[in-house]
């Protein structure tokens, strides 16, 4: 039985910073290419970053030097830091994972979700 089990994220104030953490179980996890999505109300799901199996790592233009993707093989953990948060971050984030090679910041390549949790930045 695969799981995606998130935590962190919560309230900020702009300007501060979160960890969200996604424990993988149930996977091949030397071969799980990760990311990290958001979607806003009203707005299209947005890939934020992603790191493939090698910890090649991809990020959106809007948090690139912002957020930091990486993953930690022993603990069968992947991280997103996301230090500046902006109040146009607030969103509901998910991991999700896939095997698919190509799968980068496209949601609609990943077969596996997360619960998903609300991040609120206040200005």
């Known amino acids: 039985q695969w799981q995606l089990e998130e935590s962190g994220g919560g309230s900020v104030q702009s300007g501060g910073a979160l960890r969200r953490t996604c424990a993988v179980s149930?996977?091949?996890?030397?071969?799980?290419?990760i990311g990290w999505f958001r979607q806003a109300p009203g707005k299209e799901r947005e890939g934020v970053s992603f790191?493939?199996?090698?910890?090649?790592?991809r990020y959106a233009e809007s948090v690139n030097g912002r957020f930091t993707i990486f993953r930690d093989n022993a603990k069968i953990t992947v991280h997103l830091q996301m230090d500046s948060l902006r109040p146009e971050d607030a969103a509901v984030y998910h991991c999700a994972a896939s095997y698919d090679d190509t799968a980068y910041l496209n949601p609609k390549k990943f077969a596996f979700w997360g619960q998903g949790t609300q991040v609120t930045v206040s200005a």
């Open positions: 790191v493939d199996s090698g910890r090649n790592v």
């Open positions: 149930g996977f091949t996890f030397e071969y799980l290419h």
